[in-house]
């Protein structure tokens, strides 16, 4: 009887620790699917509230501000006026002519270019640019930041009348983007890869030429927007106004440069 009892409780025993052990390894599992969809749940809200713009994002303590695309409020204005701008289309030979008449003969290499630099400043042949009030150099892979003293000039009056009519509106001055300025024969032919004996004849060899780009300027802070936020390209109505009345003048000869999204600039007299 006795045996019979100790049996039961063994079977008994042996039965309740089979039912929590059951139990645990439900609980283990229920805690990790709640982890699991607490975790997939913060990765979801993390993603959709990073699809927001805040209307506009300071950065330290300083005061950098970004607008996302169409909430720019300088760009805004801008779209309200009416801009008057000619199609700017002078083709290259036009370029040529008056790079040639007006530029130093190209140099035919690099090292010929690095070698010879100093004595062209040096005579006052060419000038380097430098960032300035009105605009910044980008970094240039293809070209050196020299041109003659005429197209410096030029270059320093589109900024003053440009940052002048942005003023008028009552815009903040923004920086203007250089984007190239003088090329060797061998840096252009650096650019044009598929026929590398024929060098198209360039402008931008004479020290007459320069690119200003029109899909991005930048605020007096001097920082480049994240993806998605404003770079200001609304900007280039007021410059091609700028260009228009500059080209009539006789000023300049003027390219709207669609590939690289630049108004390429060759002084006149
Ligand atoms: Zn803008
Ligand atoms: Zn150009």
Redesign the pocket.
């Known amino acids: 009887m006795d045996n019979c009892r100790f049996v039961y409780h063994l079977s008994l025993q042996k039965y309740s620790n089979f039912f929590i052990m059951r139990r645990a390894k439900r609980l283990s599992i229920l805690f990790f699917v709640i982890g699991f969809c607490t975790c997939l749940f913060l990765i979801g809200t993390v993603r959709f509230l990073s699809k927001f713009h805040w209307g506009k994002i300071t950065e330290c303590s300083e005061k950098v501000v970004f607008?996302p695309?169409g909430n720019?409020?300088?760009?805004?204005t801008?779209t309200t006026k009416y801009w008057n701008i000619a199609k700017l289309n002078d083709n290259n030979t036009i370029h040529l002519e008056n790079a040639q008449r007006m530029g130093i003969q190209p140099f035919q290499t690099n090292q010929d270019l690095e070698n010879n630099i100093e004595s062209f400043v040096f005579r006052s042949k060419l000038k380097k640019l430098k960032d300035c009030d009105t605009y910044k150099l980008k970094e240039l892979t293809h070209s050196y930041p020299y041109l003659v003293p005429k197209a410096v000039d030029l270059l320093d009056e589109i900024g003053d009348r440009f940052e002048e009519k942005l003023h008028a509106i009552n815009i903040p001055s923004y920086y203007m983007l250089i984007s190239s300025v003088l090329r060797t024969k061998e840096s252009q032919n650096g650019l044009g890869k598929r026929n590398t004996n024929a060098v198209a004849l360039s402008a931008h060899m004479y020290g007459t030429t320069f690119d200003i780009s029109y899909k991005e300027?930048l605020?007096l802070h001097g920082k480049h927007p994240r993806e998605g936020f404003?770079?200001?390209?609304?900007?280039r109505h007021p410059l091609g106004e700028v260009l228009t009345e500059m080209s009539n003048e006789g000023r300049c000869k003027v390219v709207r440069e669609k590939k690289q999204a630049c108004f390429h600039i060759t002084v006149a007299n």
């Open positions: 607008f695309v720019c409020p300088d760009c805004r801008i300027f605020p404003c770079r200001h390209d609304m900007l």
